[in-house]
C-alpha cells in the first residue's frame, strides 16, 4: 500500500503590498491604487519656489452666464518654476453654495451634491481671496469651463495667470488618447472618486507631480512652458457660406452669437500661415477682414475679450 504525502498548503499572503507587487511585476496586469492626498510632493530643490493654485468646480449646468457655482475645491502649493516639480501643498479650500433655486436631477447625479447639502450655504470670499494672493498662477483641468464661472462669482481670478492641465499638455505625445481627468488618472496608476471638487483637485495636483510617462518631466512643466505664449482666435467675418464645409475641414466652429467662424492658433507663425489660407480658399483672393482676438495668459480661457483687431487680407 502506497501512502500519498503531500505538502502542507502554501501560507495564505496577507500583505497587500506583497500581491500589488507580485501583480505589478507581471506583464499581464497593471495596478492602480487609490489616492492617498499627499502634503509633501517632492523634496525642495534649492531653488526659489512660486506658488499655484488648482482649482475645480461643480455647477448647476453649463453655461456661466445664467447658471451657478454650487462646489469650489482649490489647492495652494508650492512649485519649482525651473523644473516645473510641485513640491508642497500650502492650504486647501472647499466649499458649497446654494444657488438660490432647486438643483436639477442631473446635477445631483453628476455630483452627488443634493439640495439638503447646500441648503444655506456660502462660500467663504475672504477666505478665497486670500488664498489667491501671491499666487502666480491659477490651474483647471478645464479652464475653459472653470474661469468663465469663477471670474463671474469671484473677480480676484480675474487678474491672474491660467493654465489648462487639458489643453496646455500634449497628452498624444505622451502617450495617452484620452484628456479625461479620471483616465489621465488611471494612466498614472491611481484611482479616486470624481466629480467632488476637492478631490478632483488633489487629484489633479497628483497628475502634475508625477512624471509624464513618455517625456518624464512632471506633468506641471509643460503649463508652464505655455504661459509666456500668446494665442490667436480668428473670426472669418463675412465667409461665403459655400466654404462653411472647407472651414469645418479646417477646425473652424460656428459662433451663433456672432454669426461667424473661429478658429483659435497657438502661435503667430500658425496665424501668418492661417492668413494667407482664408485669403486663397475662402475668400477666394478679394479683400476681406478678419478678426484677430490675441490673448495671453491673463486673458485665455476667460469671457473677457483680449486685445482685439482687424486685418484686411
Known sequence: MRTLI???PPAMITNPETLVQALSDHPDYRVLRRLKARTQLAPATG??????????TETTGLDARKDKIIEIGMIVFDYDPVTGQPIQVRETY????????????ETVRLTGITDALVAGQRFDDAALTALLSGTQLVIAHNAAFDR??????LPAFSDLPWGCSMMDIDWEAEGISSRKLDYLAFRQGFFFDAHRAEEDCQALLEILALPLPLSTQPGLKPILDRLPQKSYTVSALNSPFSTKDLLKERQYRWNGERKCWVRTLENETALKKEMEWLKTAIYGGKTATVEIDERNARTRFSFRAGDTRHCVL
Open 148 to 153: 468663465p464661472f469663477l471670474e463671474k462669482r
Open 6 to 8: 503531500t505538502a502542507p
Open 47 to 56: 531653488h526659489l519656489l512660486h506658488r499655484g493654485v488648482i482649482v475645480d
Open 94 to 105: 472647499g466649499g458649497l453654495e446654494d444657488p438660490g433655486f432647486p438643483l436639477g436631477p
